[in-house]
């Protein structure tokens, strides 16, 4: 981040303080305004490379032997490359430094998570003071308490002796690097399953560890290990293994009480456009990969439906009958054909599609999202015009569906939420039991809350809000919740009779008075209105002097991650403007969002990114000369295609870990990954896919002798989702393509120990299942399978 700062700040100081016009302005060389390092750029070789594709087309690529990472050219480039960027950003290392130090003095010196009840233990985690990774723990609770007194209890050490599960730390300081994909406790909590990638690869290992004793079980490490699911006794486990390419393909089945050596293969997916992925039911009685009966393992699988393009099944158990949420088409019914989700149900003897009943369908205003469940309550995540809501419904649902139901037919309770909510994440919510639903809650100007709902009760109570030194906020109860009875949103502070806290002292602090978040409409250029949320300073930010940031993504419908994040302030307090380009291909209200935003329609994609960044200049929320744009991975497609098309919309951009050699990438099925992203970027070996893939590819699109923007672009060597090998081609590329001056300010930075997410950890202990998928993740391709994932 201080670094990535730093860049733009280069980049800003080349602006001319002149009235010129944009146009005008956008000819000039823009590389002759700031210092550069006095040692050129590094030239890589070009070797004569022909690439060829459907129907007889063929072209050169120069820097095809960049592929090749076990070249010694190549890994002597990017050192080279590396020791430029350095000299390059040297004269911004005080600036660097600042920006660090700023950072870390908002961050409290002790980082924990409140304790969360499965069973009779509370599981928590906390970053011990001095180190960088988490540490998973749990204590027994001894006796039956309320959730105020557990946590005083919790704070005060009044529980049962501490037990580490797993120390990130340690494992880091083993290895030199962390990444821990699934954790998994056993039903009986006696034993953890998580999987550990200790290269960057993303190749993960299963390890399970045995709670009683502290021992890792040396016989149980598989490779290549994906997702987990444990069966009701505790000591069957059954996991995902990869292929070459990393598809999960394989369902395994292992006994930990078992002597034999090799573990029983459940089912393998022989089709390699499709993935397999492995869970459990909320109250464990089923796993699903079809269906396997987990106190009944010896029926085998049973599939829930046929397999059908396009089509998903989202399955949880409850007293005998399967909850599914849809969008399989009903026939005759051409509001449940347009791919919007609901809610049906079928007894476990009676899958058969024809007899389901179909318990909640959207209605006009309200689209399902996502569904949860509990013995006492169904939780369902909802959209409501573009606004995020929960609600809860009692559980069992008594009711006679043969007509469709909307959910205000259920009594439903709608979680009151801050006005200014952009992200809900559930917590871990593992028991089955609970009627408490914890949820964590974050906006661009709201730290992340964590709040636990009564379903029962129908109240909430703020259980713990990050905590940002330094900064004064806003205390209030800004909460709009949705009444059912009157179609309006109501604020829960003036309706205590409805939505009752348990401490009317606790608020939930946000920093809506320091920091102004909008969010707007803007045209792109077929009229489709494309969701923009705009950040900046009440105190620091000029409108139309200020500079600004615009990032995006747009790709396998999902949506924009616009959480509080408090090292953006220091963008903030400098008077940057932050802009959020929520653009077609990525997530929405509707699943049409994705489709019009991907495959032969990507280019919509790039164009709504476009129009939101002339919106910013046009409107004056930045300089026009002043606009940055930030990409992650497949975002780089978009912000990529977006500098070859308008470069004198960008004065810079930073790259991340970069998706830019599209068709080059796709076209070679061996990668990991290409065969599964023909489903959102089309097949290269078909002519009009081709062509619409070369029409916006990045690094086929470089114009030739314009100014670039300057850019700095990260990779990581041992990146499997996306090579080092594209950002490496595409800097290259540009500066043998782009003006000679301006592109010695594209820089590129590589990680030659980390993978696509660096050095970062991944801690998911308390995730759980979403069918909201990350971006260019193997998980993006399981609800394509006629299994229930």
Known sequence: MAAALAVFSNAGRSIRKTNISFSLFSSLCR????????????????VAFTVSAAHGRTWEDPYHWMSNTNDPDFLSYLHQENSYAEAFMADAQKLQQALFSEMTSRMPSKISTPPERWGPWLYYQYIPEGKEFPVLCRRLETEKKGWVES????????????????DWNEIAEQYGYVHVGMCRVSPDHNFLAYTLDISGGERF????????????????????????????????????????????????????????VDDVPIFTENDSSFCVDIT?????????????????LQDGLQRLQKRVPGV?????????????????????????????????????????????????????????????????HLVLFLNKRGSPMICSINMPIDIDCKNHMEIDDLNPWFFPLPSNACRIVPGSNHDFMNSVYRVVLSSPVMPDVIIDYDMSTRTFSIVQQEEVLGVSATTGLCSPTFDSETNEFLDASMDKGKYVQNNDGQRWRNFSDAYSCERKEVISHDGTRIPLTILYSGKAYQKGQSPGLLQGYGAYGEVMDKSWCADRLSLLDRGWMVAFADVRGGGGDDPSWHRSGSGLYKLNSIQDFVSCGKYLVDEGYVHKDQLGAVGYSAGCLLVGAAINMYPELFRAAVLKVPFLDICNTLLDPSLPLTILDY???????????????????????????VCCPSVLVTASFHDSRVGAWEAAKWVAKVRDTTCSSCSHSVILKTNMSGGHFGEECSPNATCKKSRKVAERTIDSHYSSEDMVA
């Open 679 to 705: 489903e959102e970027f089309e097949n290269p070996q078909i002519q009009s896919q081709l062509e619409s893939i070369l029409s916006y590819s990045p690094y086929d699109n470089i114009p030739c002798g």
């Open 280 to 296: 459990s039911t909320k109250d464990g009685k089923f796993i699903t990969v079809y269906v396997i009966e987990a106190s009944n």
């Open 151 to 166: 946590i005083v209890n919790f704070v005060k050490g009044g529980f049962g002796k501490e037990e580490i599960l797993l």
């Open 205 to 260: 290992m299963l390890q399970i560890k045995d709670l009683r004793s502290g021992c890792i079980l040396s016989k149980l490490r598989a490779d290549g290990v994906v997702s987990l699911a444990w069966a009701q006794d505790g000591h069957t486990l059954f996991y995902t293994v990869s292929d070459e390419n990393q598809r999960p393909y394989r369902v395994l089945c292992t006994k930990l009480a078992s002597d034999s």
């Open 31 to 46: 590389g002759n305004s700031f210092p550069l390092p006095s040692q050129t750029p590094p030239v890589p070789k070009k």
């Open 312 to 376: 998903q099944y989202f399955l949880e158990h409850h007293c005998g009958f399967f909850y599914i949420l849809t969008n399989a088409p009903l026939i005759g019914d051409k509001e449940l054909s347009s791919g919007n989700y609901y809610l049906a149900r079928c007894q476990v003897e009676d899958k058969q599609m024809a007899n389901w009943q179909n318990i909640i369908v959207p209605s006009e205003d309200i689209s399902l999202q996502d569904m949860d469940i509990f013995n006492g």
